[in-house]
């Protein structure tokens, strides 16, 4: 895939006196990317984006920079648990609005507590634990996950992921993680391009096989 000069912003909601869990926001996270996407109405800023890397900036916002921002994403607000994200289209870094472009990358770490029951018939992205990737970093691999799988499903299937969009993330140890791939049926293996915390080339996260 050919590199594209924009970027995917999206937004967690971070609420540090009561952090959602980390598994929940990974997976909204996810569910909001692919739902703005399928919320678009236009291809101008999407056609370039989607059939390169799909970049993605995973960003956290505090609880009213969060309200304000996703007043505006095309996504609305995606809640799984008490998690929330939101997520735009692709554009370049320097014509993103300045709040967005102020909000913090690196550093967000949600806390490993138990994720919100999954609810039945939603896509299941695995992700690897043994790169111990932080929350921001474990959303990207995500949403790439969840966007390949859904770019897979035929127009009605997407229109029926889209009118009751949703997702569930899990980590788990390589081992598990290689042998869940294997299964038929499971989505497009992410591999990291390396630009930020983990080596060029690792597997990071896909879809399960459906009934996994």
């Known amino acids: 895939m050919q590199p594209s000069d924009t970027v995917q912003p999206i937004i967690l909601r971070v609420d540090k006196e009561d ?6 926001a990974v997976a909204a996270a996810a569910t909001a990317g692919v739902l703005a996407y399928a919320n678009r109405t236009g291809d101008e800023a999407w056609g370039d984006w989607v059939t390169g890397r799909f970049t993605k900036t995973v960003r956290r916002a505090g609880p009213k920079p969060f309200a304000k ?4 994403a095309p996504s609305g607000v995606v809640q799984i648990g008490t998690a929330e ?3 735009f289209e692709p554009q370049r870094y320097e014509e993103m609005p300045r709040a967005l472009r102020a909000l913090q990358v690196s550093g967000t770490h949600l806390p490993d507590t138990e994720p ?3 609810v039945p018939g939603t896509p299941v992205i695995i992700l690897n634990r043994d790169l111990s990737m932080s929350t921001g970093k474990a959303a990207a691999q995500a949403a790439h996950a969840l966007l390949a799988w859904f770019l897979e499903l035929d127009a009605g299937q997407q229109q029926a ?3 009751r969009p949703g997702a569930a993330a899990q980590e788990v ?3 598990s993680f290689q042998a ?3 299964k038929p ?3 497009p293996l992410i591999v990291d391009a390396g630009l930020t915390e983990i080596d060029p080339g690792t597997p990071t996260a896909f879809v399960a096989a459906p009934g996994r």
């Open 19 to 24: 952090p959602a869990a980390h598994c929940d």
């Open 69 to 72: 921002l996703s007043a505006q």
């Open 85 to 87: 994200a939101a997520a």
């Open 116 to 118: 919100a029951a999954a």
């Open 161 to 163: 992921w889209a009118a």
């Open 173 to 175: 140890p390589k081992r």
């Open 180 to 182: 869940l791939y294997r």
């Open 185 to 187: 049926g499971a989505g």
